[in-house]
């Protein structure tokens, strides 16, 4: 039974470029959340994905967009790289059943230069 | 204020001892807790759920007082493998997950 899987797992980007991170859910599961985390720092949420739609949103600006598939997959976008968006991004999975019972993927650890 | 505050530690402490750390956080409408544990540059995971009750998990044991808006860990028998960083997670009432910036645990031979 694959876990989640994402990538890439390491990326290298300039400022105001555009990045597109992958994340395939745990099998059986529906529900797809994103995360931001600063070296120190616990996750922050950025939006969850549910039935292909947004269905809740951290406070993270209009450059961080998102998707999902009809097969639960989903991406993260992020527009006009910032320095500050250097950090480890992580794909959560879920399901309805247990939606706070939150299964990571590796990550992705993006810097941008 | 920040919602889910920890002491980032570390904590050091001896193989076999006992540890307990704390997370306060501050929305008494939150509803589920839980601790996820991460290792050094991997991603967390779940490491127990806390129920009104307690819950306990073999040398596990968390706690949640609501009163005081405070839930604890207690790890019994610390193994050196137990080292990590503690993540304190507070769900309100919605889909989002509230995340502590976590306690680094560092167990000596």
Not at chain 2, 18 to 26: D, E, G, I, K, R
Not at chain 2, 44 to 59: A, F, Q, T, W
Request: glycine share 8%.
């Amino acid at each position: 039974d694959a876990g989640v899987t994402q990538s890439p797992t390491h990326l290298i980007k300039t400022r105001g470029q555009q990045v597109t991170l992958r994340c395939s859910p745990k099998s059986g599961h529906d529900t797809v959340s994103w995360y931001q985390q600063a070296l120190g720092q616990g996750p922050q949420f950025i939006f969850q994905y549910y039935e292909e739609e947004e269905r809740q949103r951290g406070n993270f600006p209009d450059r961080f967009s998102g998707h999902q598939f009809p097969n639960y997959s989903s991406e993260l976008n992020v527009n006009a790289l910032l320095l500050g968006d250097s950090a480890l991004y992580l794909c959560a999975s879920s399901s309805t059943q247990a939606p706070y019972e939150q299964y990571f993927g590796p990550g992705t650890r993006l810097t941008v230069t | 204020r920040k919602e889910v505050e920890q002491d980032p530690g570390p904590f050091n402490v001896p193989e076999g001892a006992t540890v307990a750390f704390n997370c306060t956080y501050s929305n008494s409408a939150s509803q589920s807790f839980f601790w996820y544990r991460q290792d050094c540059r991997k991603e967390p995971k779940l490491l127990m759920s806390v129920y009104s009750s307690g819950n306990e998990d073999g040398r596990f044991t968390a706690q949640l007082n609501r009163a005081s808006q405070y839930i604890s860990l207690l790890i019994r028998d610390s193994k050196l493998s137990d080292s990590a960083t503690y993540l304190c997670v507070v769900n309100e009432d919605n889909y989002q997950l509230i995340w502590g910036a976590g306690t680094k645990l560092i167990i000596k031979p």
